[in-house]
């Protein structure tokens, strides 16, 4: 049992380290779209989700509450 509990502590370990790295990315990837300004938006093809930001509805010339609910047909 004490190995168990050594895999699972070594793993959460390993979860938490990721999870510090992914959002390190996160927020470089984050400070980079605001420092370019660039509108971007990203569909899910399987689950139709999508995500606009507002740039992306300042460069066509609205706002997302103006064109809201957003989606791929948009």
């Known amino acids: 049992m004490a190995e168990t509990v050594k895999e699972l502590?070594?793993?959460l370990t390993a979860l938490q380290?990721?999870?510090?790295?992914?959002?390190h990315q996160s927020k470089q990837l984050d400070m980079v779209i605001k420092a370019t300004g660039v509108g971007?938006?990203?569909w899910n093809v399987q689950t139709g989700e999508t995500v606009?930001?507002?740039r992306w509805a300042d460069i066509i010339g609205y706002t997302l509450d103006e064109i809201?609910?957003?989606?791929?047909?948009?």
């Open 68 to 74: 809201s609910p957003v989606s791929i047909q948009t």
């Open 9 to 11: 502590q070594e793993a």
């Open 17 to 23: 380290a990721r999870l510090k790295e992914y959002e």
């Open 40 to 42: 971007i938006w990203d």
């Open 52 to 54: 606009f930001n507002e």
